[in-house]
C-alpha cells in the first residue's frame, strides 16, 4: 500500500482538494493546538473557545482556501493523513474505508490495489457462494 500511496501522491495535488482539513474531526496535542494557535496569533484559550469542540477541531482553522496556513508545521495528524503507511494497516480498514470517500489519493490507490489483488473476481464468487447459501437455506 506504501508504494501506491507514493505513487498517488505524486500525481494528485494535495493542495486542489483540501477535503480533509474541511471534513474530518481532528483530534490535536496540546503542543500542536499550541503552534497552530500561535501561528494565528492567538492564546490556547482563544483558539480552544473559538475553534475546538469536546477535544475535536472541525474544519480546520489554518486552512486559507485550500492551502494550509501552518504546512511546514503542520500536526503529524495531517502529514500522514491517508494513513496507508502507518503500522497495522488492516486493523485500520474502517478509517481506510472513510478516507477513501474524502481523498483522491485513497480512492486512488485503493481502486489500484483492488486491481491487483483482483478484487471484482472474489466479489462475484462470494456474491454467488452467499446466493447458494441462502438458497440452500430456504429449501430445509
Given amino acids: 500500500m506504501k508504494a501506491l500511496s ?7 495535488d494535495c493542495q486542489e482538494c483540501a477535503n480533509c482539513c474541511r471534513v474530518l474531526e481532528l483530534e490535536f496535542t496540546e503542543p500542536e493546538l ?17 475553534f475546538v469542540v469536546q477535544g475535536i477541531v472541525k474544519p ?9 496556513s501552518i504546512y511546514e508545521g503542520r ?3 495531517c502529514r500522514s493523513y491517508p494513513h496507508f503507511e502507518k503500522p497495522h494497516f488492516i486493523f485500520r480498514l474502517y478509517g481506510v474505508l472513510d478516507s477513501i470517500a474524502i481523498c483522491p489519493i485513497a480512492f486512488n490507490a485503493f ?9 471484482s473476481q472474489y466479489r462475484a464468487r462470494w456474491s454467488n457462494r452467499r446466493r ?3 438458497t440452500e437455506g430456504n429449501v430445509a
Avoid at 507514493?6 to 494528485?12: E, G, M, V
Avoid at 503552534?35 to 473557545?49: G, L, P, R, V, Y
Fill in 60 to 68: 480546520c482553522p489554518a486552512l486559507k482556501g485550500n492551502l494550509c
Fill in 75 to 77: 500536526p503529524d495528524v
Fill in 111 to 119: 481502486e489500484e490495489l483492488k486491481a491487483k489483488v483482483k478484487w
Fill in 6 to 12: 507514493q505513487k498517488y501522491f505524486a500525481l494528485i
Fill in 34 to 50: 499550541h503552534t497552530i494557535a500561535n501561528s494565528m496569533e492567538q492564546s490556547i484559550d482563544e483558539f480552544k473557545k473559538r
Fill in 132 to 134: 447458494q447459501i441462502e
